[in-house]
């Protein structure tokens, strides 16, 4: 069963037959909101809503821990993360759709591990590609069916929030080879690669990043609401013609 993690803008599935919610509870605490199961396009599928139903949970207080956990449980074979983002690379500008191919992560103080406890063996796991091939490759092929562009492959930078950027540290991460930013990218890949369960993203640009283009003075938060309404129909879209595959 596909599972889909639904970030700011897309907080519920306007397609998903919803057949029943369940609250999990995990031994990490509680995920951020119930979980759904409904059909998408006749395919089983469960979706949660990363910030909370009411979008509620800022990024660096999403229990990253307990929504893998759950939907491990759950027994998903594998997750597609939806999440919007700022555009660095000028050609990924507000309202592209892009299925990024690397990570830098710049949080800090999130728990990171399902492998803390001191009693047992040091865990590390190989991420050097942190996303699942087979999952980029169905989302590319469903936004060629469903006729919507998608960029392939774009470097993520996960940033701590819940401020966004200052325009010096934009130019920092560009030079550290950064195309997107976004704040809910980390722990949650790392985590479902603990998990092993193959795992990618479509990430929507709600804006340029600060300092750049639009951006260059100030984030427009009001043109961000509209670019994400209209970016999140083709998303669902996308989701569509995945399951319909
Ligand atoms: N920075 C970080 N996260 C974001 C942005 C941004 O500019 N836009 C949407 N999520």
């Known amino acids: ?129 942190p996303y699942d091939e087979g999952v980029r490759r169905r989302i590319l092929a469903a936004g060629v069916t469903a006729g919507q562009p998608i960029v392939d492959g774009a470097v993520y930078a996960a940033t701590q929030g819940p401020r966004l950027e200052t325009a010096a540290e934009i130019n920092r991460l560009e030079r550290d080879g950064a195309d997107l930013v976004g704040m809910t990218g980390m722990p949650e890949a790392a985590l479902a690669r603990e998990l092993g369960i193959p795992y990618a993203a479509i990430n929507v640009v709600a804006n340029f990043a600060a300092g750049r283009a639009s951006s260059e003075h100030e984030i427009c938060f009001d043109s961000i609401d509209a670019v994400l309404r209209e970016a999140m129909g083709r998303v669902r879209n996308v989701l569509d013609h995945l399951c319909e595959a």
């Open 1 to 129: 069963m596909l599972a889909i993690i639904g970030g700011s803008g897309l907080t519920q599935l306007a397609n998903l037959s919803v057949i029943r919610r369940e609250v999990v509870r995990t031994p990490y605490g509680e995920p951020s909101g119930a979980l759904t199961f409904g059909q998408l396009c006749a395919q089983p599928v469960v979706f949660l809503a990363r910030h909370g139903y009411g979008h509620t949970i800022p990024p660096h207080r999403v229990n990253y821990q307990a929504n893998l956990w759950a939907l491990r449980e759950a027994r998903v074979s594998e997750i597609i993360s939806v999440a919007s983002v700022g555009g660095i690379r000028s050609d990924l500008c507000p309202g592209s759709l892009v299925v990024p191919d690397q990570i830098i992560d710049y949080t800090w103080g999130r728990k990171s591990t399902f492998h803390e406890n001191s009693d047992e063996p040091v865990v590390h796991i190989d991420f050097t590609e």
